[in-house]
């Protein structure tokens, strides 16, 4: 039988098709544009959305457990395909923002992953949701600047994040996936240490082996620096997010030791693995 990871050209998603591959596992992937999915040969890459019913028929049969990416548009009547179609288990991408609603700008994000995981509870498979905290590759957005000027501007420079290298989300995901004992777990999941946003460009100067600086903005320039690009209610959530964080260090939760049986990836190592990005 087949794995189908949808969702399979994301940042969790690649991970998840090289960890099926490396269990030497039959691996399906889902995807908008096949011919820029850059997957490894031996994955059986299939064009089709979530949300169009019409193109996932194939891509499903044979299939008996999935990776689902958080697509709500379309995921009830997805998921009735899948269960008719054989798929007895399902490792749902959440958010920890589904759990932890203390902050009011969280509140969109929370919903819209719980309704996720409710869809797929009400389904009657085996079902196993990961909640990531923020994703140490939101360090990304900084490239730019770090290529053009060696700097970082950015607001809310002591807000600690237990940032979580994508890796270890489908490590987990992964052995959900193969292995039984995981039914019915919502795991909560972060990196090895809360690591303020200054720290985290240290970091990434001690690795390319240059000085960065980071200098610190206000949230009302942070916004006129990305709103060409970014709805306002993203916006809010992370800027919720940052500021929160101040004083309020992101917690740290032991889970991927638990599931994986190994340390969690710092953020140095999700630096050292992405160096290239800020070259």
Same mark, same amino acid.
């Given at each position: 039988? #087949?794995? *189908?990871? =949808?969702?399979? =050209?994301?940042? !969790? ?6 960890? &099926? &591959?490396?269990?030497? @596992? @039959?691996?399906? #992937? ?12 031996? !994955? ?6 979530? %949300?169009? /019913? ?5 891509? &499903? ?7 689902? +990416?958080?697509? *709500?548009?379309?995921?009830?009547? +997805?998921?009735?395909?899948?269960? @008719? ?17 203390? *902050? ?10 719980? $309704?996720?995981?409710? #869809?797929?509870?009400?389904? %009657?498979?085996?079902?196993?949701? *990961? ?5 140490? %590759?939101?360090? /990304? ?19 600690? @994040?237990?940032? /979580?290298?994508? $890796?270890?989300?489908?490590?987990? #995901?992964? /052995?959900? &996936? ?6 019915? $777990?919502?795991?909560?999941? =972060?990196?090895?240490? $809360?690591? =303020? ?14 000085d960065i600086r980071f200098e610190e903005i206000t949230a009302a320039q942070w916004r006129d620096s990305v709103r060409a690009y970014m709805p306002e209610v993203a916006m809010d959530m992370l800027l919720g997010y940052w500021a929160h964080a101040v004083d309020n260090p992101d917690p740290v939760y032991p889970t991927v030791t638990e599931v994986t049986g190994r340390p969690a990836r710092t953020f140095a190592d999700w630096a050292a693995d992405n160096v290239a990005s800020f070259r």
């Amino acid at each position: 039988m #087949a794995i *189908l990871v =949808t969702g399979a =050209t994301g940042t !969790v998603g690649r991970h998840v098709v090289d960890g &099926l &591959l490396r269990a030497r @596992q @039959q691996v399906r #992937a889902l995807t908008r544009d096949p011919a820029t999915a850059a997957l490894p040969s031996e !994955v059986e890459v299939h064009q089709g959305e979530i %949300g169009r /019913i019409d193109t996932v028929h194939t891509a &499903l049969a044979g299939v008996d457990r999935m990776y689902l +990416f958080p697509v *709500l548009d379309g995921l009830d009547e +997805f998921i009735d395909v899948a269960v @008719q179609a054989g798929v007895r288990r399902i490792v749902v991408l959440s958010s920890d923002s589904s759990v932890n609603v203390v *902050l009011p700008t969280n509140r969109e994000a929370g919903e819209h992953h719980l $309704a996720v995981e409710r #869809a797929v509870e009400a389904s %009657g498979v085996e079902w196993t949701h *990961l909640r990531p905290g923020a994703f140490a %590759g939101n360090a /990304i957005d900084w490239a730019p600047s770090i290529q053009a000027e060696r700097v970082v501007r950015a607001p809310y420079a002591a807000g600690a @994040q237990s940032v /979580i290298h994508s $890796a270890d989300i489908a490590d987990v #995901a992964t /052995i959900a &996936l193969l292995e039984d004992g995981h039914a019915g $777990a919502k795991y909560r999941l =972060t990196g090895p240490e $809360a690591i =303020t946003r200054a720290e985290q460009v240290r970091v990434i100067a001690k690795v390319l082996g240059t000085d960065i600086r980071f200098e610190e903005i206000t949230a009302a320039q942070w916004r006129d620096s990305v709103r060409a690009y970014m709805p306002e209610v993203a916006m809010d959530m992370l800027l919720g997010y940052w500021a929160h964080a101040v004083d309020n260090p992101d917690p740290v939760y032991p889970t991927v030791t638990e599931v994986t049986g190994r340390p969690a990836r710092t953020f140095a190592d999700w630096a050292a693995d992405n160096v290239a990005s800020f070259r």
